[in-house]
């Protein structure tokens, strides 16, 4: 895998990741707060934590994109998965 290949990978699942993290710890709405600030949305974060929601996705993506090159550099593929295969004999195929 190339070097510009990897980091490409890395930056979508790093976005994917990011948004799927966003709503975790998200306590109260400014609304809930009772301090809307003016030219927000009343359903903002009242304490948005992005260093926090970002380290944390940097850590997840890091260990997804680990477990993803170490199963690009194992040779397993999908030849590999078992798939259940037709009982052999002689049986009739549709459009024969």
């Known amino acids: 895998m190339s ?14 990741i990011l948004f799927a993290i966003l709503p975790f710890g998200m306590r109260r709405t400014q609304e809930e707060a009772g301090e809307v600030i003016q030219g927000s949305e009343p359903s903002a974060p009242e304490k948005p934590q992005f260093l926090k929601v970002i380290v944390i996705t940097t850590v997840v993506t890091t260990i997804v994109f680990s477990g993803y090159v170490a199963l690009r550099n194992s040779g ?8 259940l295969q037709p009982p052999a004999g002689d049986y009739a195929h549709p459009g024969d």
């Open 76 to 83: 397993f593929g999908l030849d590999d998965i078992p798939f």
């Open 3 to 16: 070097v510009a290949f990897g980091l490409a990978i890395y930056f979508m699942l790093w976005w994917i």
